[in-house]
């Protein structure tokens, strides 16, 4: 219940941000996009700060100062959120212009992924890409190219690809998922507990069971071998 109740009343603070922020018009946070934006990115160099800056489960992604510990990261996910919405509306009249749209999206999420990568935080910059890639799927792609083109060629595909394709995804089960799984009861695993424990709960079907092991268990310590 320690993780249910730590996750419980994040929910309910994350809810109370969410109503206070629906209350402040959009114009005000794009005034502040790029002050935002440089003060996260800076703001992510604080973990390497010796003092301030903490690992935890081999991600040096953490600010502890007293008694308050926090994740930049989690500021330059909304920063990088703004900054590509604001540019896409300011030059919504130059949106099939992928120099102008497209490529200062993606010049800001490779330098914010280098320094996520940077602290080996994996995760984070996982949920980023798929950020700045949906709003520039839903922003950009719709002006440059139509759905219905894709869709009419997924229709006529031939059938030996569809079936090469699910050929391809099952042998990818037997090789990499099904041995994972079978072998997870096993397994010692050391630095990079997030990491790990996310692959191994997403090939072991962990919505419906969770593996028995926890960051201080001994499965999570370096071994140095498979039991």
Same mark, same amino acid.
């Given at each position: 219940?320690?993780?249910?109740?730590?996750?419980?009343?994040?929910?309910?603070?994350?809810?109370?941000?969410?109503?206070?922020?629906?209350?402040?018009? %959009?114009?005000?946070?794009?005034?502040?996009?790029?002050?935002?934006?440089?003060?996260?990115?800076?703001?992510?160099?604080?973990?390497?700060?010796?003092?301030?800056?903490?690992?935890?489960?081999?991600?040096?992604?953490?600010?502890?100062?007293?008694?308050?510990?926090?994740?930049?990261?989690?500021?330059?996910?909304?920063?990088?959120?703004?900054?590509?919405?604001?540019?896409?509306?300011?030059?919504?009249?130059?949106?099939?212009?992928?120099?102008?749209?497209?490529?200062?999206?993606?010049?800001?999420?490779?330098?914010?992924?280098?320094?996520? =990568?940077?602290?080996?935080?994996?995760?984070?910059?996982?949920?980023?890409?798929?950020?700045? =890639?949906?709003?520039?799927?839903?922003?950009?792609?719709?002006?440059?190219?139509? %759905?219905?083109?894709?869709?009419?060629?997924?229709?006529?595909?031939?059938?030996? %690809?569809?079936?090469?394709?699910?050929?391809?995804?099952?042998?990818?089960?037997?090789? %990499?998922?099904?041995?994972?799984?079978?072998?997870?009861?096993? =397994?010692?695993? $050391?630095?990079?507990?997030?990491?790990?424990?996310?692959?191994?709960?997403?090939?072991?079907?962990?919505?419906?069971?969770?593996?028995?092991?926890?960051?201080?268990?001994?499965?999570?310590?370096?071994? $140095?071998?498979?039991?």
């Amino acid at each position: 219940w320690q993780y249910f109740s730590k996750q419980l009343m994040w929910a309910a603070l994350g809810t109370l941000a969410l109503l206070t922020t629906m209350r402040v018009p %959009y114009e005000r946070w794009r005034r502040w996009v790029t002050p935002i934006l440089v003060v996260s990115l800076i703001s992510m160099l604080l973990p390497f700060v010796p003092g301030l800056g903490i690992r935890v489960g081999g991600a040096r992604a953490w600010v502890k100062a007293g008694p308050f510990s926090f994740q930049p990261s989690e500021f330059l996910k909304v920063a990088v959120l703004l900054f590509c919405a604001d540019l896409l509306t300011r030059r919504a009249h130059a949106m099939h212009v992928v120099k102008e749209t497209l490529w200062p999206c993606l010049v800001v999420l490779g330098i914010s992924g280098a320094l996520l =990568l940077a602290q080996s935080d994996l995760g984070s910059a996982i949920v980023l890409s798929s950020i700045v =890639l949906a709003v520039v799927f839903v922003g950009i792609f719709p002006k440059v190219a139509d %759905y219905s083109e894709a869709w009419s060629s997924i229709q006529q595909m031939p059938t030996a %690809y569809v079936v090469a394709l699910v050929v391809a995804t099952v042998v990818n089960l037997a090789v %990499y998922v099904w041995p994972l799984q079978a072998a997870l009861s096993g =397994l010692g695993y $050391g630095p990079g507990f997030v990491v790990r424990q996310t692959s191994f709960a997403i090939s072991n079907a962990a919505l419906t069971h969770l593996p028995e092991t926890s960051p201080t268990s001994s499965a999570s310590r370096p071994s $140095g071998r498979t039991k």
